[in-house]
């Protein structure tokens, strides 16, 4: 009779725990750079009810509705991003052993479909948040008394850098006029990263098979090297962070002979505040210095926080003050016009950072290129630049090694610029420089030329200059009146130096 009973129950309640969702589930991407991009389910059911977590990249979310069974479900996550909430969505069901899911990067985009197996309780779960330290002033490091200029990976290749890539790199700007107009570092962007061993050392990807020796090459070209990481324990790309290991990342940096770190949010943003940026920020600040050697400290958390308030008291040497730039007029204008307001925050040592270069990515023209150099000159701002160096024409060569230009960005004072004037799509743009001569732009946001006029009194000259050399021109001018207009071609610039 027991046994019968047993056998009838087992009847009842087999089918249904066999199918339930309750899991660990996990589905591995491998890339081709030899990394597993994981995403994991955690779910729990509880009859028709659905919770857990998903984790996938730098995202974790809570899962916060449910409807249907292992026949056919659909899970909303939701987490927040500073004050921002951001919710995903999954639908699926579960195939004998397999969990097939599906998902949408954007609620657009299309569906992509993955089948999920079991994985052992705990892998991939989520770090817990690990305690910050006490606020304090980090010691200046002394480096970036003018803007940074190098090269940056990111706009051009994201997750194609590679180390014969940056080989190449260094070797073009070592010997196309770049390196001699100032440009110095060369900053390996995000997809790096390949996990930690052992003793939790970070580890490089099949992409960058000797970081060290790649340092030591770039620095063979007698210039620097930089490195990208994030304060998460994972980056935007979904790669390994620094969470929980910044001082010894900090060390493995130093001895590889990195000079540069971009430090970016990221995955940080399941763990802490926007509030609690700055103790975040400080603890690799502190940890680069511990670490002995010099390395320009970049912070990247795209201007929240009132970044540029703390920017400095937290070691950092350049702060990202927007979200990221596209190679469109649109988003460089709107990106670069809109630093007027956080000029007092810039000096020798800690830049506001409008984002690197797009200029010779190919999506503006030649004109609105010089606007972009032009405006980033005056607002003092790093100039990375974000395309390819090995090839490319001969009038972005000239855009970006400008050495006129660059003296106005790379001006000693390190006082950035203001908007002095504004009329529809025009404005005047003013940078004073070390010698008391100030760098005047006049910008054409509008697509046809059009006059624009400066007027002295605006840029705070008591007295009108007689002169001003025009920096895109190369040529001196004479000067007469309290005024001068010029017509400026459809979203181009005229860059003038006026002496004191
Ligand atoms: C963020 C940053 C970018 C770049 C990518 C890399 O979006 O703002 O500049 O570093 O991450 O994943």
């Not at 998460?232 to 790669?239: E, K, L, V």
């Amino acid at each position: 009779m027991k046994t019968l009973c047993a056998f009838l129950l087992g009847l009842l309640t087999v089918p249904s725990l066999a199918a339930d969702l309750t899991g660990n589930w996990a589905v591995s991407d491998p890339l081709p750079d030899g990394t597993l991009r994981t995403t994991y389910l955690d779910l729990h059911q509880e009859s028709s009810r659905i919770t857990g977590t998903i984790r996938t990249g730098q995202f974790y979310y809570k899962i916060v509705e449910s409807t249907g069974g292992p026949d056919g479900f659909t899970l909303t996550g939701k987490m927040m991003d500073g004050t921002s909430e951001r919710r995903v969505k999954y639908e699926g069901k579960l195939v004998g052993e397999e969990l097939h899911v599906a998902t949408r990067r954007r609620p657009d985009a299309d569906l992509i479909e993955m089948v999920a197996h079991r994985a052992p309780p705990g892998e991939g779960v989520y770090p817990a948040r690990q305690p910050l330290p006490a606020l304090h002033k980090v010691p200046d490091n002394g480096l970036a008394r003018t803007p940074p200029m190098g090269w940056n990976s990111w706009n051009k290749f994201a997750g194609r850098v590679d180390d014969t890539g940056v080989r190449g790199m260094a070797d073009a700007m070592a010997a196309n006029g770049m390196k001699e107009a100032g440009y110095q570092y060369i900053n390996i962007d995000d997809t790096w990263e390949a996990g930690r061993d052992a003793h939790g050392n970070i580890t490089t990807n099949k992409k960058f098979p000797d970081m060290k020796a790649l340092a030591d090459y770039v620095h063979s070209k007698d210039l620097k090297i930089g490195i990208y990481s994030s304060p998460g324990p994972n980056t935007c790309a979904g790669y390994e962070g620094s969470y929980g290991h910044e001082e010894q990342d900090a060390r493995t940096y130093a001895a590889w002979g990195i000079d540069y770190l971009k430090y970016d949010w990221c995955g940080a943003r399941n763990l802490y505040t926007d509030e609690e940026m700055r103790a975040v920020y400080q603890m690799m600040g502190d940890a680069l210095l511990k670490a002995g050697r010099p390395i320009v400290y970049s912070l990247c958390q795209y201007g929240r926080a009132d970044v540029w308030k703390w920017g400095a008291d937290v070691g950092g040497n350049a702060w990202r003050t927007t979200g990221d730039i596209r190679d469109t007029w649109d988003s460089m204008t709107k990106i670069g016009f809109a630093q007027d307001e956080l000029a007092p925050w810039a000096a020798p040592g800690h830049w506001n950072d409008p984002d690197m270069l797009e200029i010779g990515n190919g999506g503006m023209s030649d004109d609105e290129y010089r606007t972009h150099m032009s405006l980033w000159a005056i607002l003092a701002a790093p100039l990375l630049a974000g395309n390819d160096l090995r090839n490319m024409s001969t009038a972005i060569l000239e855009i970006l090694t400008n050495r006129e230009v660059i003296a106005v960005n790379q001006d000693k004072a390190g006082r950035q610029g203001r908007r002095i004037s504004k009329s529809g799509d025009q404005e005047v743009w003013a940078r004073p420089l070390f010698d008391g001569g100030q760098a005047i732009g006049l910008f054409n946001r509008g697509s046809a030329p059009t006059q624009i006029t400066v007027r002295w009194s605006d840029a705070g000259l008591q007295t009108a200059p007689r002169r001003a050399r025009d920096l895109w021109g190369h040529s001196d001018m004479k000067l007469d009146g309290a005024e001068y207009s010029v017509t400026v071609p459809a979203h181009g610039v005229v860059l003038l130096r006026v002496p004191i």
